[in-house]
């Protein structure tokens, strides 16, 4: 899992439409398709935060399996 944080206004641009969200915590994040993995996109004040999952070498991972994958850890 890599999570990158950047200051509003100089992040990348998002690589697809929202697919949708989901729960971390108290919150809802945005999902978004990405290449062979999904992002998870939010913010909090002046910061951006991007998570993503990088699949096997040669693999992909689906939203269902991304969404296992994070749903396993502890978000405050």
């Known amino acids: 899992m890599t999570i990158i944080a950047y200051l509003k206004g100089s992040e ?3 690589p697809a439409p929202a697919t949708g969200q989901m729960r971390l915590g108290t919150r809802d994040r945005t999902i978004h398709p990405s290449g062979d993995t999904f ?3 939010w913010e909090e004040g002046p910061i951006v935060y ?3 999952l990088t699949p096997q070498e040669g693999g992909r991972l689906t939203e269902a399996q991304f969404r296992a994958v994070v749903s396993g850890f502890t978000w405050p």
């Open 39 to 41: 992002q998870l996109v």
């Open 50 to 52: 991007l998570l993503w």
């Open 12 to 14: 990348p641009p998002l």
